[in-house]
């Protein structure tokens, strides 16, 4: 079930959706719904990867392992190139 909310757009920024609207083939209110959808998406992705980036950062506090970042791009081109290669190695701080 769909709940009603009620936005008091700029008319400038109302005359911009309905421009883009238009453009994509959809009705202002569907080309809205899709940008917040969008959005919040977006929104939930960078809490996850800021949850994730926190989390190896104490990872890496409590146990002091890093891997050298040219050591694992030169394995992941390595990799995508086909070549048997051996996985970099966790270095202590």
Known sequence: MSAS???K???EL???IASAAKAA???SHAYMIDALAAQAAFDERRRAFVASALMAEQEVAEYGL???ADEVF???QAKMDGKSVKRPKAKKL
């Open 5 to 7: 909310t009620t936005l």
């Open 9 to 11: 757009l700029p008319e």
């Open 14 to 16: 109302k005359v911009r």
């Open 25 to 27: 083939g959809k009705t």
């Open 66 to 68: 890093v891997y050298d």
């Open 74 to 76: 030169s394995f992941i």
